[in-house]
């Protein structure tokens, strides 16, 4: 579907931003698996310390191949940054409706003759009825401002900020 010039499409991650997901958790799962075990063993060695048998039996995992662990950690990063690259919301604008897109499929659409007020809420973009009900209210990935452009654009009541 072709964007025109009130209809945009907003959040989810470009293509840049999915290498930068990607790699980030796929380095922090790498990363958890060769620290986890040291760590667990160490804490278990402290008298102090709750749960010593499951502290135990993690720690008890540094005797595995020394790729084993990173690697374990890495593919289980790169599974968790593709599960939040597939729930974040894209939202396609237009001057009748907001359709909420998750996974290639249409989650929602907020047609606009119910929707009384959009804005920010920290990260959070909100999506309002008249009887202050929410009707949408997640993180949109992106430029904020490109966010609050789109809706503009479309004809939204947009609270808040304008420039």
Known sequence: MTDGPTERTVG??????????LGLFGAGGAAAGVLLPRLAGWAA???WVPFQ???ELIGSLETWPAWGLPAGGLVAGLLFAGYVIAVSPVLHVDPAEVQVRRRGRVERVVPRDAVDAV????????????AGRVLFDDDVEGDADLVRDAFLAAGWPWEGPRD
């Open 53 to 55: 048998g499951p502290l």
């Open 12 to 21: 989810g991650f470009d293509r840049p931003a999915r290498a930068w997901v």
């Open 45 to 47: 060695d402290l008298p």
């Open 119 to 130: 804005f920010r809420r920290g990260s959070h973009l909100v999506i309002e009825n008249r």
